[in-house]
């Protein structure tokens, strides 16, 4: 088939769980529609239980949703099951994998359950640029932490799916994991596939993600490229290190947003379009402060995601 315009697109996606015991009737989704283009690296993002789960659950068809349509490679989830989830590999934010199976044991597992072929199948590769080529026949119990969330971008990868969901796939994990994981899923996107990620690590996003969709209680509260969006913030904030560390701030900068940071230098919030860096200057020095060293900081995604659900434990979380 030819390839879609959007790898995913969903209209109006609710999903209401049922009243059970003494837990009450809960709305996950409120009517999400995205359309996700072919070809991106898209971010969802959001705080711990905004429906970001269950958004990916559905389209894995391990939730049945409430209402509305979802699309997977331009085929309907609920008109052709089988065929549109074949063509998404998910990587869940838990590990599944039976300790009695090697890593070579489970990709061809998975692999037959996908009906690939044993002549196209890809075991080996796929071990290999994940860094277990040389665990491929050791016991799962005997991975560490790190080699079992790469298994898992690994089973995810088995029947070659032209789009790749990773549900918070580095949480947890090390520095060094973390970026051979983000090597490999550059790799993938240059070949051709789409990745939609979650994440709470927002620097990850930002530097990474083409496009990203921000989801609190349900509904997207934001849907642009990542420039874009980074752009929503008019501020920039001027960092001031004096000679001599400050004690309070001058009374001539009180007035323009300026606040004491621990080590005594200064930061001055300003928006650009209404006071200049060399008016700020002008009013520093005549605060009678000598400068030793000065910077600016634009926002980044973390000021957005701030500014947008106010949920900062979220911004901040690391799995």
């Known amino acids: 088939m030819p390839t879609p315009e959007f790898a995913i697109e969903v209209r109006d996606l609710r999903k209401t769980y049922a009243a059970t015991g003494k837990m009450p009737e809960k709305q996950a989704l409120e009517g999400i529609s995205l359309q996700i283009p072919t070809g991106s690296i898209f971010g969802l993002l959001g705080p711990n239980g905004a429906g970001k789960s269950t958004f990916i659950n559905i389209l894995a068809g391990l939730v049945k949703k409430t209402s509305g349509t979802a699309r997977i490679w331009d085929l309907d989830i609920d008109q052709h099951p089988r065929q549109s989830r074949a063509a998404i590999g998910v990587v869940n934010q838990e590990i599944v994998a039976d300790p009695f199976f090697t890593p070579f044991e489970m990709l061809e597992l998975m692999a037959g359950f996908y009906g690939v072929p044993k002549a196209e199948r890809r075991t080996v590769e796929i071990l290999a640029a994940l860094g277990l080529e040389d665990k491929k026949g050791a016991y799962v119990r005997q991975l560490s932490g790190g080699m079992k969330r790469r298994l898992m ?42 990745i939609i990620l979650t994440t709470h690590y927002l620097e990850e996003a930002e530097e990474l993600c083409d496009s990203i969709a921000i989801v609190d209680h ?25 000679r001599e560390p400050l004690e309070t701030v001058p009374p001539e900068l009180a007035k323009h947003d300026a606040k004491l940071r621990n080590d005594g230098s200064l930061a001055i919030t300003f928006k650009p379009a209404e006071t200049g860096i060399g008016r700020l200057l002008e009013k520093v020095r005549a605060a009678g402060i000598s400068i030793a060293d000065l910077s600016t900081k634009s926002p980044d995604l973390e000021d957005v995601f701030l500014s947008l659900t106010g949920n900062k434990a979220a911004a901040t979380a690391t799995g």
């Open 218 to 242: 349900g509904k997207i509260v934001a849907c642009e490229p990542t420039p874009q969006l980074l752009s929503r913030l008019d501020y920039k904030t001027l960092i001031i290190v004096p």
């Open 153 to 194: 971008v690994a089973k995810a990868l088995v029947h070659n799916p032209p789009v790749l969901i990773l549900d918070e796939p580095t949480a947890g994990v090390d520095v060094e994991l973390r970026r051979l994981l983000w090597d490999y899923v550059r790799e993938l996107h240059a070949k051709g596939t789409t």
